[in-house]
C-alpha cells in the first residue's frame, strides 16, 4: 500500500469501510447529543407555557444586536468548517485546509468573547441567578427562571463550542503537519459535522431565547 | 484433583499477560470479561443491601435498622441494582463478548470507546459508593424532587455517579449500533441476524436516545441543590411533576433496556435446546424494536396518582396495555417453537423456560397497573414491588445467568457441573417465587413499600418472603461455586459444545484474540436446526 495511505484498524476490510463507520457513529453520536438538548429544551417549552410574560420580559433583557452578531459569526464559521472538509476531500495541500480550519478557530473564539461579554454584561445589570441578582420586577422568580435557563442552555452550547474549538485546533496542527489526505480526511468529517451541529444548536437558541419578547 | 489443561492455541485469554494486558485493551472480549468482574461486585453490594433489608423485615417493628438507615438501604439497594447492574449486565457483559463474534466482526466498530466505557463505568460507580458510604441517600432510586432538593443527605454526588455511568451506557449503545450496521461479515443480511443481535440493537437505541435525557434531568437536579433554583422544587417556583415526566422518559425505556437482552438470550436458547429453528423470526424481531419504540411512549403509567390530567393518564393507560402486544407475540413465540421442537433440559434451558414462567407473570401484574383503577390502589404497595422484581429479577437476570451459563463454555473454553447448573438454577426459580409471590399478596392487603415497620397482621407473609430470599441467595452464589473452578477443573468445551448453529459456534473455544482465522461468509438464515420434523417459520 502507498505510504500516503490511511492507517487501517484491525476490525475493517477497507478504508471505505473505516470511513463509512467512523461517519456514522458521529451521526449517533450526535444522536445523543440532540437528546442531551432535548432535554433542556423540553424544559423550557414547559416554563415558557407556564409563564409566557415572564419569560418575553427576561428576552427583554437580552441584547439582540449581539445574539444576531454572533449568528452570523457562527454561520460564517461553519462556512469555513465546510470549506476545510471540502479541502480535505478534494487536495493534499497543506496551506488551504490548515487555513479554513484556523479561520473556524478564529471566529468560534470570536464567538465565545461576544458570548462572554454579554454574559458581563449580565452580571453588571444584576441579571446573573446566584452570582449577582437584582431584578426586581413583576414575577422576579419567574423571571429569574428564564435566565437560569439562560445560563444552561447557552452555557452547555458554549461548553460545546469550547471542545469544537480544541478539536479543531488539533486539526490544524496535524493539517500543517500534512496529516489529511483525500484518503485519510475522516478526523475532519467528523469534526465538520460535529462543528455543524452546534451551529445549529445555536440557530435554534436565537429564537427561543432572544426572540420572543413581543 | 489437579487441573486440566487445554492444548495450547493462542486464545484472547493467554495472547498476553499481565495487568497491564487487561487494563489496556481494546479487545471487546477482554473488556467483557472486566465488566463480569466489576458488575458482579457490584451486584454483590446491592445484594447485600436487600439481605439487610429482609432481616429487618422479619419482624414488624423496626429493630435491626432505624427508620432512616433502612431509606439509606432500599435507595443503596435499587440505585445499585438499576444502574450499575441490571442496565449493564446483558449489554456489557455477554453484549460486548458476543457481538462482534455473532456478526462475524473482529471487534466492535470503536474497541478504544468500548474501553473507555468501562473506565466512565468505574469512575461512575466509585463514584456513586462514595456517596452512598460517606452518609448515604435516602431518596429511593427515583431521587424525586422535592424530596431530592430537600434532604440532607449525599444527592448530588449520588446523582453525579449515576450521571457519570449513563456515558458508559451511551458509548456501549453508540458502538453496538454502529458495529451492527457497518461490521457484519458478507452475505450476513438484517433478516439473517439472531434475534440476540436484534435485542442488543434495540436496547442500544434506547441507550443511545434516552440516557442523556436522564443524565441532563440529574444534572439540574443536583444544580437546584446547589444553587436553590428553582426548576423542579415548587417552593422556588419549580414544577416536581415535570421532574417525574423527565426521570421515567428514561426509566421506563431503562425497564426495556432490562428486558430486551434477556428476550433476546432466551430466544438463543430456546432455539438450542429445542434444536429446531426459532418460531416466527421476523415477528421476533420486529417486536424488539415496537418494544423498544412502545416503551418511549409510556412513561406516564408511573405517576397515575401524581396529579396528571385524566386525559394524559387514559392516554398512557392505553398505551401501556399496547405494549403487551408484542411482548406476548415473544411469549407465544417461543411457546411454539417449544411445541415444534424435541426439548433437552440443560442449564441454560432452565433458565429460559423459567425467564418465561416469570416474565409472564410479571407482565400479567403489569397489565393490573396498567389500568388506571386497579393502579391507584396497589401504587405504591408491595403490590408493585413484586411486579417489577418478577420483570427485572425475574426476567433480567435470569435472562443474565441463562446467557451466562450458554455461552460459559464460549468464554473460557470450559464446561460448568451440569448437575451443579441444574440444581442453582431450580433453586434461583423457587427461590425467586417465594420470595417476590407473597409480596403481591402483601401488596393487595395494603402494605405500603419501603418501611422498615409494619402492622404484625402481615408478618406471617414477610417470614415467607424473607425465607424464600434465604434460597434466592443460595442459588446466587451456588454459580460462583461451580463456576470459577471450572476454570481450572472443567472438561474442555470444543467449538461447538451444545451443537447450536450461530458464527460465535464456528470459531473456537475460547476464541483467538481476532475473533475468526478467517471471516466466515453467511449464505443461510439463524436457527437451521434440523427440527423435529421438517422446518416451519
Ligand atoms: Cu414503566
Keep these: 500500500m502507498a505510504e500516503s495511505a490511511a ?6 476490510e477497507n478504508t471505505a469501510q473505516q470511513h463509512d463507520t467512523r461517519i456514522f457513529g458521529m451521526w449517533v453520536f450526535l444522536a445523543t447529543e440532540l437528546m442531551l438538548f432535548g432535554g433542556m429544551f423540553t424544559i423550557y417549552t414547559v416554563y415558557r407555557a407556564f409563564y409566557p410574560n415572564a419569560f418575553a420580559e427576561g428576552s427583554r433583557h437580552l441584547d439582540l444586536t449581539l445574539g444576531s452578531i454572533n449568528t452570523a459569526v457562527l454561520i460564517v464559521s461553519s462556512l469555513f468548517m465546510a470549506l476545510a472538509v471540502h479541502t480535505a476531500r478534494t487536495s493534499a495541500r497543506r496551506l488551504p485546509l490548515a487555513l479554513c480550519l484556523s479561520a473556524t478557530v478564529g471566529l468560534g473564539i470570536l464567538f465565545l468573547g461576544i458570548k462572554g461579554y454579554e454574559y458581563y454584561l449580565h452580571y453588571l445589570n444584576g441579571e446573573v441567578p446566584v452570582l449577582n441578582w437584582t431584578y426586581a420586577g413583576a414575577q422576579a422568580g419567574q423571571v429569574q427562571l428564564f435566565f437560569w435557563l439562560y445560563f444552561a442552555m447557552t452555557g452547555v452550547h458554549a461548553l460545546h463550542l469550547f471542545i469544537g474549538i480544541g478539536l479543531v485546533s488539533l486539526l490544524t496542527l496535524l493539517a500543517l503537519l500534512g ?31 432572544y426572540l420572543i419578547a413581543k | 484433583m489437579s ?52 432481616i429487618e423485615l422479619f419482624t414488624p417493628a423496626s429493630d435491626l435498622v432505624d427508620a432512616a438507615t433502612y431509606n439509606k438501604l432500599f435507595t443503596m439497594h435499587g440505585i445499585i441494582m438499576v444502574f450499575f447492574f441490571l442496565v449493564p449486565v446483558i449489554p456489557a457483559i455477554l453484549g460486548n463478548f458476543l457481538l462482534p463474534l455473532m456478526i462475524g466482526a473482529r471487534d466492535l466498530a470503536f474497541p478504544r470507546l468500548n474501553l473507555l466505557s468501562w473506565y466512565i463505568y468505574l469512575l461512575g ?55 451492527t450496521h457497518k461490521l457484519r461479515a458478507p452475505g450476513l443480511t438484517w433478516f439473517r441476524l439472531p434475534i440476540f443481535v436484534w435485542s442488543l440493537y434495540a436496547t442500544s437505541l434506547i441507550f443511545v436516545l434516552a440516557t442523556p435525557v436522564l443524565a441532563i434531568t440529574l444534572i439540574l437536579v443536583a444544580v437546584e441543590r446547589l444553587f436553590h433554583i428553582g426548576i423542579f422544587d415548587p417552593t422556588l417556583g419549580g414544577d416536581p411533576l415535570l421532574y417525574q415526566h ?9 425497564v426495556y433496556i432490562m428486558i430486551l437482552p434477556s428476550m433476546g438470550v432466551v430466544s438463543e436458547i430456546i432455539a438450542a435446546f429445542a434444536h429446531t429453528r426459532l418460531f416466527g423470526y421476523k415477528f421476533v424481531a420486529f417486536a424488539s424494536i415496537a418494544i423498544a419504540v412502545l416503551g418511549f411512549l409510556v412513561w406516564g403509567h408511573h405517576m397515575f396518582v401524581s396529579g396528571m390530567s385524566l386525559h394524559a393518564a387514559l392516554m398512557f393507560s392505553i398505551l401501556s396495555y399496547m405494549v403487551a402486544i408484542p411482548s406476548a407475540i415473544k411469549v407465544f413465540n417461543w411457546t411454539a417453537t417449544l411445541y415444534k421442537g424435541s426439548i433437552s433440559y440443560d442449564t441454560p434451558m432452565l433458565y429460559a423456560l423459567g425467564f418465561i414462567g416469570l416474565f409472564t407473570i410479571g407482565g400479567l401484574t403489569g397489565l393490573y397497573l396498567a389500568a388506571l383503577a386497579v393502579d391507584v390502589h396497589v401504587t405504591d404497595t408491595y403490590f408493585v414491588v413484586a411486579h417489577f422484581h418478577y420483570i427485572m429479577v425475574g426476567g433480567a437476570i435470569m435472562g443474565y445467568f441463562g446467557g451466562l451459563h450458554y455461552w460459559w463454555p464460549k468464554i473460557t473454553g470450559r464446561m460448568y457441573s451440569e448437575k451443579w447448573g441444574r440444581v442453582a438454577a431450580i433453586l434461583i426459580f423457587i427461590g425467586f417465587n ?49 463456576l470459577l473452578p471450572s476454570l481450572w477443573f472443567g472438561k474442555a468445551a470444543g467449538a461447538n459444545p451444545w451443537n447450536a448453529t450461530g458464527l460465535e459456534w464456528t470459531t473456537a473455544s475460547p476464541p483467538p484474540p481476532n475473533n475468526f482465522d478467517k471471516i466466515p461468509i453467511v449464505t443461510t438464515g439463524p436457527y437451521q436446526y434440523p427440527g423435529k420434523k421438517e422446518t416451519i417459520g
Design chain 1, 7 to 12: 492507517h487501517l484498524d484491525m476490525q475493517f
Design chain 1, 179 to 209: 496529516r489529511y489526505k483525500p484518503d485519510s480526511y475522516t478526523p475532519v468529517e467528523m469534526t465538520g459535522l460535529y462543528w455543524h451541529f452546534v451551529d445549529i444548536i445555536w440557530i435554534f437558541l436565537l429564537p427561543l431565547l
Design chain 2, 3 to 54: 487441573a486440566i489443561t487445554l492444548p495450547r492455541r493462542e486464545t484472547y485469554l493467554n495472547a498476553n499477560y499481565g495487568i497491564l494486558s487487561w487494563l489496556l485493551t481494546t479487545d471487546h472480549k477482554r473488556i467483557a470479561v472486566m465488566y463480569l468482574v466489576s458488575i458482579t461486585l457490584m451486584f454483590i453490594l446491592g445484594g447485600a443491601a436487600a439481605t439487610m433489608m429482609r
Design chain 2, 125 to 179: 460507580a466509585g463514584v456513586t459508593l462514595w456517596a452512598l458510604i460517606s452518609g448515604g441517600v435516602d431518596t429511593g432510586w427515583t431521587f424525586y424532587t422535592p424530596y431530592s432538593t430537600a434532604t440532607p443527605t449525599e444527592v448530588i454526588t449520588a446523582t453525579i455517579g449515576v450521571f457519570i455511568v449513563g456515558f458508559s451506557s451511551i458509548l456501549t449503545g453508540l458502538n453496538f449500533i454502529v458495529t
Design chain 2, 246 to 254: 423527565l426521570f421515567w422518559f428514561y426509566s421506563h425505556p431503562a
Design chain 2, 434 to 482: 417465594a420470595t417476590f409471590f407473597p409480596q403481591f399478596i402483601l401488596g393487595f392487603e395494603g402494605m405500603p413499600r419501603r418501611y422498615a415497620a409494619y402492622p404484625p397482621e402481615y408478618q406471617f407473609l414477610n417470614i415467607l418472603s424473607s425465607l424464600g430470599a434465604v434460597l434466592l441467595g443460595v442459588g446466587y452464589i451456588l454459580p460462583a461455586l461451580y
